[in-house]
């Protein structure tokens, strides 16, 4: 069981930047894949980053080069550092937590991040 708290969404002017933080317990953090997820009002929830166990990384195609996923096993931590941000942002973002090689997978309960002027 991993129990995934996500904080530092809130309102940002277009071209600002955030930081989201997922800090995860419960278990072995090292072990597991993580993932940010983003869902906008009457949209599905897709795939914003992630990253492996290793540390391999991937992005969706709409926040390459502006968002920065990034991870502390020792503070069982993963951050995605948003910057450049735009109206179409805006979104509740999820933390989502991996056993690599099992169906085992938790999710945080989200942050609000709203850009606006």
Known sequence: QVQLVESGGGLVQPGGSLR?????????FSIYAMGWYRQAPGKQRDLVAASTSGGSTNYA???KGRFTISRDNAKNTVYL?????????????????VLEG???????????VTVSS
Do not use: F
């Open 61 to 63: 195609d709409s926040v």
């Open 20 to 28: 989201l933080s997922c800090a995860a317990s419960g278990s072995i």
């Open 102 to 112: 099992t169906a085992y997978h938790y999710w945080g309960q989200g942050t609000q």
């Open 81 to 97: 550092q948003m910057n450049s941000l735009k109206p179409e942002d805006t979104a509740v973002y999820y933390c989502r937590a």
